[in-house]
């Protein structure tokens, strides 16, 4: 724990005066909501100037920081213009509401799945902000994850329907087999909107080419305390995996994916010994240092694992490349061509890298199946459907668009 502390002093000493010159001042008091910690600190930049507020809102909730900044500016409500306080106010309890009816719905959920006989493990969501920052209203998050043993999302998904969710994916029994081998989720809408509940299996899709231990998190889970009942989640040493990997998918494109991984870091009891052995027989050093390089670049905190992989120049190159766009907020995603090139960099084993593109290349989706309706006596054409559909799209320019 000493050590981590070092660490972190280290971080912060290293990049405390460096983000007034590299970001905007918006982005400048996103990343001192994150990193300031207390009273004190809040009113440290409470009174920051040359903001604009509106534009600060809006960054706030597209890296999901609503609450951590509503929390800081009410220390000192009066540096705010009063029209964008309420806003924030408004933005605020709005989340916290939807994070209340959430966490509801998770207990509502969890006992009627577990009724049927299946174990669950709900993660992120009301869960990671129980275990975090001990109120399930201080981060922001819109669905629930649940994961489940391959062999029980017939049953888990009987079981949300009889709660009145619905998926829009609609398989045959081919091609369910087939998604179960492939794909790693179905999602559910009910009346807390779309995709409100994920039902997992696993954490990426098979393509990715990162082979989670699914029956190792049921077997390592912990139990802690939610809504008056005991839940079981990941243990620490895995779910800093699982977000650092959750956030590789998504880019890095939300400050609070890193927010939740320092607090993780430094909160929890972790063996860091068995996360950097993880990580390697995984191949997800590099995904790990990118992590690192982002969290010290932007909140000026340094994790007690990337040692190791600190000194990575693709980590670094991949990391300065994606900057601009985390700090400038953008709202869409990267071409499907750039992203997985990125995920390909991304890897340190050429066999990773191999792996996931053949994957990619070969394994037919939803979309596939969709597009060409084949006899199922010809299924495992489909995977020249795919090969066509993806050399189509390139062919066209639709795979950089």
Same mark, same amino acid.
């Given at each position: 724990?000493?050590?981590?502390?070092?660490?972190?002093?280290? =971080?912060?000493?290293?990049?405390?005066?460096?983000?007034?010159?590299?970001?905007?001042?918006?982005?400048?008091?996103?990343?001192?909501?994150?990193?300031?910690?207390?009273?004190?600190?809040?009113?440290?930049?409470?009174? @920051?100037?040359?903001?604009?507020?509106?534009? #600060?809102?809006?960054?706030?909730?597209?890296?999901?920081?609503?609450?951590?900044?509503?929390?800081?500016?009410?220390?000192?409500?009066?540096?705010? %213009?009063?029209?964008?306080?309420? !806003?924030?106010?408004?933005?605020?309890?709005?989340?916290?509401?939807?994070? &209340?009816?959430?966490?509801?719905?998770?207990?509502?959920?969890?006992?009627?799945?577990?009724?049927?006989?299946? !174990?669950?493990?709900?993660?992120?969501? %009301?869960? $990671? /902000?129980?275990?975090?920052?001990?109120?399930?209203?201080?981060?922001?998050?819109? +669905? &629930?994850?649940?994961?489940?043993?391959?062999?029980?999302?017939?049953?888990?998904?009987?079981?949300?329907?009889?709660?009145?969710?619905?998926?829009?994916?609609?398989?045959?029994?081919?091609?369910?087999?087939?998604?179960?081998?492939?794909?790693?989720?179905?999602?559910?809408?009910?009346?807390? =909107?779309?995709?409100?509940?994920?039902?997992?299996?696993?954490?990426?899709?098979?393509?990715?080419?990162?082979?989670?231990?699914?029956?190792?998190?049921?077997?390592?889970?912990?139990?802690?305390?939610?809504?008056?009942?005991?839940?079981?989640?990941?243990?620490?040493?895995?779910?800093?995996?699982?977000?650092?990997?959750?956030?590789?998918?998504?880019?890095?494109?939300?400050?609070?994916?890193?927010?939740?991984?320092? !607090? $993780? @870091?430094?909160?929890?009891?972790?063996?860091?010994?068995?996360?950097?052995?993880?990580?390697?027989?995984?191949?997800?050093?590099?995904?790990?240092?990118?992590?690192?390089? &982002? @969290?010290? !670049?932007?909140?000026?905190?340094? #994790?007690?694992?990337?040692?190791?992989?600190?000194? +990575?120049?693709?980590?670094?190159?991949?990391?300065? /490349?994606?900057?601009?766009?985390?700090?400038?907020?953008?709202?869409?995603?990267? @071409?499907?061509?750039?992203?997985?090139?990125?995920?390909?960099?991304?890897?340190?084993?050429?066999?990773?890298?191999?792996?996931?593109?053949?994957?990619?290349?070969?394994?037919?989706?939803? =979309?596939?199946?969709?597009?060409?309706?084949?006899?199922?006596?010809?299924?495992?054409?489909?995977?020249?459907?795919?090969?066509?559909? &993806?050399?189509?799209?390139?062919?066209?320019?639709?795979?950089?668009?």
């Amino acid at each position: 724990m000493h050590h981590a502390a070092v660490l972190e002093s280290v =971080g912060r000493i290293a990049t405390q005066h460096r983000h007034s010159s590299l970001f905007s001042a918006e982005f400048d008091f996103l990343t001192r909501c994150c990193s300031s910690r207390g009273s004190a600190g809040r009113r440290e930049f409470a009174g @920051a100037t040359d903001i604009d507020w509106e534009r #600060l809102i809006r960054l706030a909730d597209h890296h999901g920081l609503i609450p951590r900044v509503h929390e800081a500016v009410s220390a000192a409500p009066d540096a705010m %213009p009063s029209h964008c306080f309420e !806003e924030l106010r408004r933005h605020s309890l709005d989340k916290a509401r939807r994070a &209340l009816s959430l966490t509801s719905e998770l207990v509502r959920i969890v006992e009627h799945v577990e009724s049927c006989g299946v !174990e669950v493990l709900p993660y992120k969501g %009301p869960i $990671l /902000a129980q275990s975090l920052y001990g109120n399930v209203t201080l981060r922001q998050y819109g +669905d &629930l994850d649940l994961l489940v043993r391959v062999r029980d999302v017939a049953r888990a998904k009987a079981a949300l329907v009889e709660l009145g969710y619905k998926t829009k994916l609609e398989l045959s029994p081919q091609q369910e087999r087939a998604y179960l081998q492939s794909g790693y989720e179905y999602t559910f809408d009910s009346a807390y =909107g779309r995709n409100a509940v994920e039902l997992q299996w696993r954490i990426l899709p098979r393509f990715y080419a990162i082979s989670f231990d699914v029956e190792g998190f049921f077997r390592r889970a912990v139990s802690m305390d939610l809504g008056g009942r005991k839940f079981r989640s990941l243990c620490p040493e895995d779910l800093f995996l699982v977000l650092c990997v959750h956030a590789a998918k998504h880019a890095w494109a939300q400050v609070s994916w890193l927010c939740d991984i320092v !607090e $993780l @870091a430094y909160s929890q009891s972790i063996d860091w010994d068995l996360v950097e052995a993880n990580a390697s027989q995984l191949g997800i050093e590099r995904i790990v240092a990118i992590t690192g390089w &982002l @969290a010290r !670049e932007l909140l000026g905190r340094t #994790l007690p694992v990337e040692g190791k992989w600190r000194d +990575d120049p693709d980590a670094r190159s991949i990391a300065r /490349a994606i900057l601009p766009t985390i700090v400038e907020g953008e709202h869409c995603d990267p @071409a499907p061509a750039s992203h997985f090139a990125m995920m390909i960099r991304a890897r340190g084993r050429w066999r990773d890298r191999a792996q996931l593109l053949s994957r990619l290349a070969f394994t037919p989706t939803a =979309g596939d199946w969709s597009a060409m309706r084949l006899p199922a006596a010809l299924f495992p054409l489909y995977r020249v459907v795919r090969l066509a559909r &993806l050399a189509h799209k390139l062919f066209q320019g639709k795979l950089f668009c």
